[in-house]
Nanobody, 114 residues
Framework: QVQLEESGGGSVQPGGSLRLSCAAS????????MGWHRQAPGKHREMVAM???????NYADSAKGRFTISRDSAKNTVYLQMNSLKSEDTGVYYC????????WGKGLLVTVSS
């Protein structure tokens, strides 16, 4: 079973930055993509950024130009650098890994407010 350990959440002012980290452990062989989804209060969970084992990336339109996803294959870790944060980025961010199905982290709260 895949285990996902998340870190880096917190509270920042608009325009600030955060970096989220997610380390995968356990049965990691066969993972084809990892990334982050978020869920704001009263809204559906949405994909924010994903990266495949081949290095291909995908971003939500709202994240393009502000967020960067990267990976350290040796550490089985993905990072999400979030810059120029806006209030609408507020939500719970969940790391996920795609293998035979989706594995999810516990979630990190990101709050962007003045």
């Amino acid at each position: 079973q895949v285990q996902l350990e998340e870190s880096g959440g917190g509270s920042v002012q608009p325009g600030g930055s955060l970096r989220l980290s997610c380390a995968a452990s356990g049965s990691i062989v066969g993972i084809i993509a990892m990334g982050w989804h978020r869920q704001a209060p009263g809204k559906h969970r949405e994909m924010v950024a994903m990266i495949t084992t081949g290095g291909q990336t995908n971003y939500a339109d709202s994240a393009k130009g502000r967020f960067t996803i990267s990976r350290d294959s040796a550490k089985n870790t993905v990072y999400l650098q979030m810059n120029s944060l806006k209030s609408e980025d507020t939500g719970v961010y969940y790391c996920n890994a795609l293998k035979e199905g989706n594995y999810w982290g516990k979630g990190l709260l990101v709050t962007v407010s003045s």
